[in-house]
């Protein structure tokens, strides 16, 4: 089946620590994005990337990394830098034109301990 | 920049009733407007969408219509069920490419 596949589900982070992660899509889509959630905050875009080896900062990418070496992944590290990573993490990929749909994770719940 | 205002939520109506969240836009150009659906614990689905002015988007009895005079894309339902309890964002492609969001409207259905 084709989709986009987030791991892991649940997450836990020491304060101090870098942690990955991951993002594959299988549906040849040319765009993806990261996205982070917060209670009553929305969805707001970390970064995108429109192409392979190419990506963009989002409106909230500082404390945050990507990289796209490959067109089905787009992995993201949260960096120590990041002053408040706890949130839910949502990567979803699209066919990068206008009118099309974006596909979704499942998500990554991301908790600093 | 792009921009998406929703109203807030959470939103609590009875089983049957009618339903509609409101949203408008900010956009240069003709951007592409989306109507997403999370359950809890979930990523989001696509719910319906519109690709120019006046298209009607239609999916499981929810609809909206893309209105540029108005720069407005509300959701309406005829009769919810409890299934719909969710959070809904609106949303929006503009010439980037890019998907801006709303910052999403609880709905809650009761008995």
């Known amino acids: 089946d084709g989709g986009i596949t987030q791991s892991p589900k649940y997450l836990f982070r020491k304060e101090g620590q870098n942690v990955t992660l991951s993002c594959e899509q299988n549906l040849n889509h040319d765009a993806m994005y990261w996205y982070r959630q917060d209670p009553g905050q929305g969805l707001r875009l970390i970064y995108y990337s429109q192409i392979v080896n190419d990506f963009q900062k989002g409106d909230i990418a500082e404390g945050y990394s990507v990289s796209r070496e490959k067109k089905e992944s787009f992995p993201l590290t949260v960096t120590s830098a990041q002053k408040n990573p706890t949130a839910f993490y949502l990567c979803a990929s699209s066919q990068g034109y206008l009118n099309t749909e974006a596909f979704f994770g499942q998500g990554t719940r991301l908790t600093v301990v | 920049g792009d921009s998406v205002t929703q109203m807030e939520g959470p939103v609590t109506l009875s089983e049957e009733a009618f339903l509609t969240i409101n949203c408008t836009y900010t956009?240069?150009?003709?951007?592409?407007l989306f109507w997403y659906v999370q359950y809890p614990g979930e990523g989001l689905q696509l719910l319906l969408k519109a690709t120019k002015a006046d298209d009607k988007g239609s999916n499981k009895g929810f609809e909206a219509t893309y209105r540029k005079e108005t720069t407005s894309f509300h959701l309406e339902k005829g009769s919810v069920q409890v299934s719909d309890s969710a959070v809904y964002f609106c949303?929006?492609?503009?010439?980037?490419?890019?998907?801006?969001f709303g910052t999403g409207t609880r709905l809650q259905v009761t008995l």
């Open positions: 949303a929006l492609t503009g010439t980037a490419s890019k998907l801006t």
């Open positions: 956009a240069t150009g003709y951007p592409s």
